[in-house]
């Protein structure tokens, strides 16, 4: 079995080119490095050095095995600090935002989740462009926010943003509408709601409606935007109420609607991708970064539990 100096060693001699330099480097004799480095070679089965009177490379089986040791001693080196971080913590308290829909369905399993561990979740629930703002400024230490397909979100450089869950956007039709018998809904049918009234989010810039509005500019017709909202429930009320048509995510579908049909839409640019953004350890500053990681795991956690209690994600 591997030994991790045997890694700490290869690494030192690839960043310092001898032997000599690595002992120096590690704070070990050179005998030391020598065994290490032969042990790790009779594992292998090759020579992982190449040796001159002006210094030593890694042969490509070196290479080949430093870009691993490197990833191992990471998460190794990372492992510990963790551990440390969290015995000398006491309690933390995390900045998280996230938009509504989210904090409705994920926000109760992420706190309880992360209390558990001694963190504590100071929330804040906003729009999309304002979380973004947030970020960026590091007024939040994390959030949830959501984009569509080509569409980017204006993240500064130092912000990560990992996929969480992609979500579906359906469409909403008032019982009894032409199109509300058929199970799903693909472009053809769409694009046949031109002439229908629209619910809009108050925004302007908002993904969702961005992706439905181009969809049919691409088509050749501009929709008829009715009413603004950011509430679903006033997107559902109004079309029970035969008012309005309108696209709503299905994360936001908790229960059944009377007097609406929610249908798929069977093409790839209608869904939304969620996505937590943290800003990087040297950024963040302050915030240690293994609280960051439990919150941002916890997150993952809380979708994961979505996606298995309400079926794939399309």
Known sequence: ?????????????????????????LGWGQPTV??????????????????????????????????????????????IGDAREFSQLGRVRLRFGTFATA?????????????DLGIEIDATVEEVP??????????????????????ELPFRPGVEAMEVYRDPLMLALPAGHPLASRPVIDLAALLSLR???????????????????????????????AIRSDDFQVLLGMTAARMVVGIIPRLATTAEHPGI?????????FVRT????????????????AAVRQLVAAVRDGFAAVRVGRGPAL
């Open 274 to 289: 969620v996505l937590v953004a943290t800003s990087s350890p040297e950024d963040a500053g302050r915030r240690p970064p």
């Open 195 to 225: 002439d229908e009234r629209w619910l809009f989010a108050t925004s302007v810039d908002d993904a969702i409606d961005r992706v439905v509005a181009d969809t049919f500019a691409a088509d050749g017709h501009a929709l008829d935007v």
């Open 1 to 25: 079995m591997a030994d991790l100096r045997q890694f700490e060693a290869l690494r030192a001699v690839h960043a310092e080119g001898s032997v000599t330099a690595a002992a120096r480097r």
């Open 34 to 79: 020598d065994y290490h480095l032969k042990n790790l070679e009779q594992l292998v089965g090759s020579p992982v050095l190449v040796r001159t009177p002006r210094g030593s490379r890694l042969t490509p089986v070196g290479m080949l095995l430093l870009e691993r040791a490197q990833q191992i001693l990471t998460l190794s080196e990372r492992a």
């Open 103 to 115: 904090a409705a369905t994920i926000l109760p399993f992420v706190a309880g989740s992360v209390g």
């Open 261 to 269: 049909v929610l249908r798929p839409i069977d093409d790839p640019s």
């Open 130 to 151: 304002a979380l973004v703002d947030r970020v960026n400024r590091h007024a939040l230490d994390a959030a949830l926010v959501y984009t569509v397909p080509g569409y």
